[in-house]
């Protein structure tokens, strides 16, 4: 939903709460997203941490792995799927 604030003030995007949003509305005019995780893997081939990711599909989960790309390799997982492996390589 769009608001116009006043004279030379631009359009902005109003959103309710995800939570209240879900309850009132629950599959109209949004997008799914899908919860996947992006493990960072150390030099040592070990594992370091974990970053969840909400996105829409692989390639949106997988565009926003390659930016925690910095020195370690990620797998992107969504659930108990792998979805790919990025290496620091990848991203040269």
Known sequence: MTSEL???MPECVITAPVSGFHRSRPNQGRIKMSYYRA???GRDSQFQKAVQL?????NAAIESAKQLI??????VWQQDR?????????DK
Do not use: H, R, W
């Open 6 to 8: 006043g004279p030379g």
């Open 54 to 58: 909400d996105s829409a599909n692989d």
């Open 70 to 75: 910095d020195d370690y390799d990620i797998e």
């Open 82 to 90: 792998l979805v790919t492996k990025l290496t620091t390589s990848d």
């Open 39 to 41: 493990y960072i893997i």
